[in-house]
């Protein structure tokens, strides 16, 4: 079933408690059940007597006492069948860097590198999977810090095709975004037509006419198994009605776009690796 991933919110910026609203909400896999921005909020959602998330995202970098990310883990952990915990930062914390390395944590990523990639990353963790960005791996392995489980490093930071700055701005609005063609115009002043020519551009950049005609398997794109699943699916339901439509007027092409643009770069570290 899609959306079947529920995710609860910690984040005291506005701009980036949106953001990530925003991208779980386009995802197909995940829906946010809570968005918290203060301590009373996350003190009034841990007291409740079960929690509805699966995982929760939670950014160390809240205001005020510099122990109390700390406390959070220690509160989630003590919970009956207790949610996945993620934890973004800005730079690296040696200290969380220990607990993730004592398995306390499932994930811990720097928000520079995952981007737009934290639907992919919150899949990732539901299935089983720790997760590092590269800065967090390089520090943990500089400092010789064993695991007890193989780590994935996702770089959400890598580029997914070679786009121009222009493509770049309407790939962040048009796609990521999912602003209307006329909305984008407006706020990069240039011709609705112009921006309906780059996102044309952008789409063979990204392969989908090859997707779309079957040269391609989905899953050579898509490792998550329900995001091939239902790309294959609406394919086959979409190839004969659309046989003679120019790729760009395909009203599901945005969402198929949105997914293949948050793809991490990923890396399995095994264990014997580290030291």
Do not use: C
């Given at each position: 079933m899609s959306k079947d991933i529920r995710v609860c919110i910690i984040e005291d910026d506005p701009y980036s408690r949106d953001l990530m609203t925003m991208l779980l909400a386009r995802d197909w896999?995940?829906?946010?059940?809570?968005?918290?921005?203060?301590?009373?909020?996350?003190?009034?959602?841990l007291s409740q007597d079960q929690l509805k998330a699966d995982i929760v995202i939670l950014d160390t970098e809240?205001?005020?006492?510099?122990?109390?990310?700390?406390?959070?883990?220690?509160?989630?952990?003590?919970?009956?069948?207790s949610p996945a915990i993620l934890c973004?930062?800005?730079?690296?914390?040696?200290?969380l860097l220990k607990i993730?390395?004592?398995g306390n944590i499932e994930a811990y990523l720097l928000k520079s590198e995952i981007l737009y990639s934290l639907g992919s990353a919150v899949s990732q963790i539901i299935s089983g999977r720790t997760l590092a960005t590269p800065s967090i791996w390089k520090a943990a392995k500089d400092r010789g810090m064993l695991f007890s489980?193989?780590?994935?490093?996702?770089?959400?930071?890598?580029?997914?095709?070679?786009?121009?700055?222009?493509?770049?701005?309407?790939?962040?609005?048009?796609?990521?975004?999912?602003?209307?063609?006329?909305?984008?115009?407006?706020e990069l002043i240039i011709s609705p037509i112009w921006v309906s020519e780059i996102i044309s551009n952008i789409y063979e950049k990204l392969g989908m006419?090859?997707?779309?005609?079957?040269?391609?398997?989905?899953?050579?794109?898509?490792?998550?198994?329900?995001?091939?699943?239902?790309?294959?699916?609406?394919?086959?339901?979409?190839?004969?009605?659309?046989?003679?439509?120019?790729?760009?007027?395909?009203p599901w092409v945005s969402t198929l776009a949105f997914h293949m643009l948050t793809i991490p770069d990923n890396d399995l570290i095994h264990i014997r690796e580290l030291g």
């Open positions: 896999r995940t829906r946010v059940v809570a968005e918290l921005g203060t301590a009373q909020e996350v003190d009034e959602y809240m205001p005020g006492d510099s122990q109390w990310s700390f406390r959070i883990i220690d509160a989630l952990r003590s919970i009956p069948d973004t930062d800005t730079q690296v914390d040696i200290k993730f390395s004592a489980s193989n780590i994935t490093v996702v770089d959400g930071a890598k580029p997914v095709a070679n786009f121009t700055a222009r493509e770049k701005e309407i790939v962040r609005l048009g796609i990521l975004f999912n602003l209307a063609h006329r909305d984008v115009a407006d006419r090859e997707i779309v005609s079957g040269e391609y398997a989905v899953s050579d794109y898509f490792e998550d198994a329900y995001v091939a699943e239902r790309i294959n699916d609406i394919l086959k339901r979409s190839r004969n009605k659309n046989k003679n439509k120019k790729l760009r007027k395909t």
